[in-house]
C-alpha cells in the first residue's frame, strides 16, 4: 500500500461538484467572433504574426513565443483577422491586453495537421514543440509547460506527480476529462515521462472522484505503463501543485526553490492531454474543456474555443434570474469576469455563474481577534494574522520577513476568519506593492546612474575641451614668438601667455559653436516662408496627422523613409 | 532687546505650544514622582523655573565662548553648579519647602528639561530672550504639574492641596469629595500618572484639533466633501 | 573653599583633555544622511526642487538648508518617507502632485536639433544632430526637462496609463458604515 | 465595477459566535454559583453587563464606529462576566462599576478597541482594584452566613454594614496567613482539616465553581473554540511548581490538587489564558505563556502578597506576546530544518 503523507492546514469547503458531472463533456458551438489574447501565459508577451484582414485557418499559429518563458498562440478556428487590438481581458483588473480578434467563417477549416513521433526527435526538439503548440500548464497557473520539461543538471528526477486532485469547488473539468479521455492523458504523460526520466510517476486525485480513479487506472492498465493512480484525502488545496507533491512524495518545496531542484517536478492532468494532442495528432492548444456551473439551469461541461467570448456561453449555461456576475476559477481562488466581452482563455477552467444566494456579499471586516484559526489553516504554515497586521500597516519590508511570497493565496485564510478579513486581498495588495516598489527602486538607480554618468562625461568633456582650448591658445602665443627672430623686431611687443585669453578664446569658440547650431537648426524652421507657404504647410501637416500612428513607430519610420526619398 | 512679537512667541511655546510636559514629553522622572499631589508639583516646577531661567540666561551669556564639541558637559557644569546653588539657598531660607521637596531638587540637574531647553534655545539666543524662554517654559511646567498633581490628589484621596501647611503654615487642606470616599489608589500610583497624562496630552491635542478646525472654518470656504470621502 | 576650587579646576583639566582627544579622534567626515535621502528621492534629476538634480537637494536637506516638501515627482509619499527618515514634522508638497509621466517625441515634427538631448538629465533620448530623436520610454523620468529647450514643441509629456503588466491589487476598504 | 475579492466561500464564523460560546461557556460556574449564594450573583452580572454596555456604546460613539456591529460582538460582555465572577461576590456596586468601566475605556478602548489591547481587560480591572481597594477585593463572604436575597442586595448597595461573614478571606488566604502564623508549626493538612472553609479539592463550595469552569472550559476545546496548548500548559506549570514543592514538603505546601481547584485557577486556565487578542499565537509560544503564568500565578498566590497571582501572571506574560511570538515563529512549509 502507498503511504501517504499529509500536509498540515487545509479546509474542507462543500463540493458542489455532482451537479456538472452528471453529464458527458460536449462541445461548445463556434461564435461568430473569438477574441485571442496575445499573452495567455506566463513570460514574455508573444507576437503577433498576423495582421488585420488575413485570413486564417484552425490551428494556425497568430503570436509567436517571445524568447524562451513564452508559449504560443493559435487560431481557433478558420476565419478573418478584423483587428489586432487592446480588447476587454479575462483578468480581475478589467483592463484591456492585446488580442487578436477573428470572425470566424463558419468552416473551421484545420491547418495541415502535422503528427510526429516524438520518439525519433531530441529532447530539446519536443521542448520546442510544445512550446508552439502552446502548450501550458492548465490547472489555471499557464506556466509554459516545455519550460518545466528539463531536470535539473544535479539532482536525479526522482517523481514526476500528475496533478489530477482538482480540489477547488464546483470545478471538475479535469474529473470528466480523466473519465473520457484517460488513454491520451496516459499517453501525454508518458512524453513528460520520457523527457524527465523521473524513477516514478504519480497520479494523484481527490478520493471523491472514485470514477476518475477507475478511468485512470484502467486508462494506465490499457496503454501498458507502470504509473501509479493514487486517491489522496479530500483537503482542499491538495490540488495545489506543492501541497500534491507534499501529499505524494513528501517533499516540501519553499517560494525560495524550484521543483526539479528537490528532484520532482507536477503538471496537470488536462496539461498532458494537450502535450499528447499536440504531438500525436499535431493539434495546437485551441481549446479547452470548461466547467460553466453555479446558478444555472444546466452546469456541465464543455469544450470551449479560446477567445470565445463568456456572452457567447451564457446561452449554454442559462443562468437563473437571480445571476448578478460570473466568477472565473473556482470559488476559491477566482475573480469576477470584467465582463461579458471577456474571451475564454487557457487559464479558464470554470465559469462559475453567481447569485447572493451563493457567494452572498462579503460580510463587514471586523478587528482580528489573534485567535489564530488562519495559522492553522495555512498549507504552507505561515501566521496569516502576523502578515495581514503588517500589509494593513503597509510595512511591506516586515511582511517579506514573515514569508509573503511563500503564499500562495488559497484562500484558506479567509474562508476561516471570524473577523471575514479578506486577507488573500491584503497579501495580493502586499506583493503588487513589493513588486512596484521594486520596479520604481531599479528606475530609480538606473536614473541615478546614468546622472551621475552623464555629469562625469560632461565634466569630463569640459576639461578636454578647456585644456585643447588653452594649447590651442597657447600655440597662438607662442608661434607669434618664433616670428620676431625672423624679422627683427622687437619681441617686446607681443604679450607674454596670459590665462585669460585662453578663456576667452575658450568663450568665443562656444559662442561660435552656438551660433552655428543655431544655423544649423534654423533651416528647418518656417520663418523665411511667406504667409501663403506657411499655410500650405499646415494644411498638409493637417491632412497628415490622422495619418498619424503614434503607437505604431515602423509606421512613422516608413513615412519618415518615404519623405526622405521624395 | 526683544520685540513684542518674539516675546509673544516665546510665551506661547512654554505655556501651551512647546509645553514640556504634553509636548515635549521631557522630564518624565520627575513628573511622575512629584505628582502625587498638588502642592508638590507646583513646588518642584517653581524650583525648575529659577533654574531654568539662571541657566538659560548664563549659556545665553556664554554662548559665544563655549566651542561646540564640548558644549553638553559645560551646559551641565553650569546647570549642577546653579542647582546646587539654589539647593543650598532654599536649604538656608525656605527650610521648610526644601523639606517638601527633598530630593528633587538636586535631581533638578538630569531633568532633560532644563538641558533641552539650554541646548535647544539659550544657546543660540541672547540672554534676554533666553531668560523668558526658561521662565515660560517654567511656567507651562508649572501649570501642568499642578493639574497632573490636583488630579491625580483628587481622583487618588479626594482631596486638594494637601500638604499645604508645609509650605504655608496654618492654611489647611481641602476635602473636596465626600469623607468616605475609599480612594482610587491607583491614581496616586505611578501607573495612574501615565494615565492622568495620556489624559491630558489627548485633550491638548482635541482642543488644538478643535482651534485649527475653528481656524480653517473662518479662514477658508466649506472644506470639500471629497476629503474625507476618500479615507 | 579651597577644595572645591582645586577639584573642579583638576576635573576641568583631565576631562577636558579627554573631551579634546574625543572630538578629534571621531570627528565624522561628510554626512551618511546623504545617502540615505538621495535614496527616497525619486531620481527624476528634474530640478523642480531648485537643485541641479537629486544629490544636491538631498545635500540641502541634509545640511538643513532646504525643506523636505519641494520634491513633485516624490508626492507626499516621498515628503511622508523624508518626514520618518529625519524626525521632521509632514508638510503637504509645495507643488502640485503629478501623476507619473513619459515624455514623447512627434516623430513627424522632429527637427533633429539635439537641444533635447542635451537637456536630458539621464541620457534617455537619442539621437544625432538633424536625426529624428527619440525617448527610450523605459529610461525617461518624467522630469520634462526637455520640453522646454525644444524650438518647434514638438516633445509632450503624456501620463503613464496602468496596464495590464503594472496593475496592481487595490488595499481592501469595506464601508463598515454602510453595512450598519 | 463592484469590487469582490476571493475566496466566495466562507465558513460560518464569526467574532459574535466565538463570543457566544464562551458565554455558553460560563454558564455552569453561574449556575453553582446560584446554587451557593442565591440570585445576587445575577445582579453582579446584570451591573457588570450594563456598565460594559453603556462604557462601550461611548467609547464606539466617540471613535465613530457603528454601534450595531461592535456592540453585538459581544467581547464587552464577556469581559463583564469575566469580571463579574472574577470579582468577590457582593462587592459593593460601584467596585464592579469602575473596574468594568476601566476594562473597556481603559484598557480596550485606549489602545484601540477590539483586537488591539496587549493586556487581558478583565485582568487589568482586577489588578487595578486590587491595587486600588486591596481590602473589598480579597474579602470573599462566606457560605455558612444566613442572610436573605435582600440582605445581599442592601449590602451590595451599602445600605447594610458589611456583615461579619463576609468578610472572611478567600480559601488561600487563609491558608496562606495560617500558614504564616503558625510559623512552621502548623502543617497544612491541620489547617485544611477545618470543613468550614475548605472542601475536599478547595475552598469549601468554592471547588465546584472551579470545577464548573473545568467543565465549561473542557466544553469550549471540545467546540475548538479554544485550543488545548494554553489551558493545558496553564495547569501544567501550576502543577509543576506545586507539586514540587508539595514533594519536597507537603507539610508546608498544599498539594497540586488544592491549588488547582482554589482561587482563579481553573476561570484563568480555560477562559483568561485563552484570550486571543492579548495572548501568544504561536504554538510554541502558547506553551511558554501558559507554563510561565501558571508558574508565576503560583509563585504570586503562595510568596506574594496578594491572594491570588492569576492576574498579575497573564498581565506579565500579556507584557512577553511580543517577544514570545517573535521568537517562536513556526519554520513555514519547506523551511523546516533550516534556520
Sequence with gaps: MFSLFK????????????????????????????????????????????????????????????????????????????????????????????????????????????????????????????????????GGAVFPSHAKLTAASDVPMEELVINGAECEPFMSCDDLLMRERGEDIVRGIGIFRDLLQPKRVLIGIEDNKPEAIAAMQAAVKAVGENFEVIAVPTLYPAGGAKQLIRVLTGKEIPASKRSPDLGVQCFNVATAYTAWRAIAFGEPVISRIVTLTGNVAQPRNWEVLLGTPLRDLVPLMQPKADTNRYVMGGPM???????????????????????????????????????????????????????????????????????????????????????????????????????????????????????????????????????????????????????????????????????DAAKKAAIAAAMERARKQREQVKPKNTDELTVAQRKEIAEIEARRVPLQEPQNASNAEIQRAQREEE | MITRNEFRQIAANGLWKQNTSLVQILGLCPLLAVTTNLVNGAMLSLATIIVMAASSVAVASLRNLIPHEIRIPVFILVVASLVTVIDLLFNANLHQLYLVLGIFIPLIVTNCIVLARVEAFANKNPPLQSLFDGVFMGVGMLWTLSLLGGLRELIGKGTLFSGIDMVIPGLQPLQLLPADYPGFLIAMLPPGAFIVLGCLIAWKNWVDARIAAHRSRKTLPPAPQTVSAAQ | MITAILIMALGAVILGAALGYASVKFKVQGNPLVEKIDAILPQTQCGQCGYPGCKPYAEAIAEGEADINRCPPGGMEGVRKLADLLGREVKPLDAEEKPKQVAIIDEQLCIGCTLCVQACPVDAIVGAAKQMHTVVASLCTGCELCVKPCPVECIHMERIVENIDTWKWKYPVFEIKRVA | MNFTSPPYLT????????????????????????????????????????????????????????????????????????????????APWWLIVVGVAFAIVVAKHLYGGLGQNPFNPAMIAFAVCIVSFPALMSRWPSLNMDASFADHVAVMFGQLPRLDAMNGATPLDTLKTALKLGEGQVSVGAILADTRIFGRMGGHGWEWVAAAYLAGGLWLWQRKVIGWHLPLSFLGGMVALSGALWLWNPAQFASPLFHLFSGGTMLGAFFIVTDPVSGSTTPKGKLIFGFAAGLIAYLIRVFGGYPDGVAFSVLLLNLCVPLIDLYTQPPIFGMKGEK
Excluded at chain 1, 501565459?41 to 509567436?64: E, M, N, T, W, Y
Excluded at chain 4, 440570585?39 to 464606529?65: F, G, H, N, S, Y
Design chain 1, 333 to 499: 481562488m477566482g475573480f469576477d469576469m470584467p465582463g461579458l466581452d471577456a474571451p475564454i482563455v487557457k487559464a479558464t477552467n470554470c465559469i462559475i455563474a453567481s447569485s447572493p444566494a451563493i457567494f452572498p456579499p462579503p460580510a463587514p471586516e471586523m478587528p482580528c481577534i489573534r485567535c489564530g484559526a488562519c495559522a492553522e489553516a495555512c498549507p504552507h504554515e505561515l501566521q496569516p494574522l502576523e502578515l495581514y497586521w503588517f500589509a494593513r500597516a503597509h510595512n511591506f519590508g516586515k511582511t517579506q520577513e514573515y514569508n509573503l511570497f511563500d503564499c500562495i493565496e488559497c484562500g484558506c485564510c479567509s474562508y476561516v476568519c471570524p473577523s471575514r478579513i479578506p486577507l488573500v486581498q491584503y497579501f495580493r495588495f502586499a506583493k503588487s506593492e513589493i513588486w512596484a516598489r521594486e520596479r520604481e527602486k531599479e528606475n530609480a538607480d538606473a536614473a541615478r546612474e546614468r546622472f551621475e554618468l552623464r555629469n562625469e562625461r560632461e565634466e569630463r568633456e569640459k576639461a578636454e575641451k578647456a585644456e585643447r582650448l588653452a594649447k590651442a591658445a597657447a600655440a597662438r602665443v607662442a608661434a607669434p614668438t618664433q616670428q620676431p627672430a625672423d624679422t627683427g623686431q622687437p619681441a617686446t611687443e607681443q604679450p607674454a601667455f596670459d590665462p
Design chain 4, 11 to 90: 465558513q460560518n464564523v464569526s467574532v459574535r459566535r466565538i463570543m457566544l460560546q464562551v458565554l455558553a461557556a460560563l454558564l455552569p460556574a453561574i449556575g453553582v454559583y446560584l446554587w451557593l449564594l442565591g440570585p445576587i450573583v445575577l445582579v453582579q452580572l446584570a451591573i457588570a453587563t450594563a456598565t460594559a454596555l453603556a462604557a462601550e456604546a461611548v467609547m464606539l460613539k466617540l471613535v465613530d464606529k457603528p454601534l450595531g456591529l461592535f456592540l453585538g460582538d459581544g467581547s464587552a460582555i464577556v469581559t463583564a462576566w469575566l469580571i463579574a465572577l472574577a470579582f468577590p461576590p457582593m
Design chain 1, 7 to 138: 500536509f498540515k492546514g487545509g479546509i474542507k469547503p462543500p463540493t458542489y461538484k455532482a451537479d456538472s458531472v452528471r453529464f458527458p463533456i460536449a462541445a461548445a458551438p463556434v461564435p461568430a467572433q473569438l477574441i485571442v489574447p496575445l499573452h495567455q501565459s506566463i513570460g514574455g508577451q508573444p507576437h503577433p504574426l498576423v495582421q488585420a484582414g488575413d485570413r486564417v485557418r484552425k490551428g494556425q499559429r497568430i503570436g509567436a513565443p517571445d524568447k524562451w518563458i513564452s508559449s504560443a498562440v493559435h487560431a481557433p478556428t478558420s476565419g478573418t483577422v478584423i483587428a489586432i487590438e487592446e480588447r476587454l481581458a479575462a483578468h480581475p483588473s478589467g483592463l484591456p491586453t492585446l488580442s487578436v480578434v477573428i470572425e470566424a467563417d463558419g468552416r473551421d477549416e484545420w491547418i495541415k495537421r502535422q503528427p510526429v513521433d516524438y520518439g525519433r526527435l531530441e529532447p530539446e526538439q519536443v521542448r520546442e514543440l510544445l512550446r508552439d503548440a502552446g502548450v501550458v500548464g492548465l
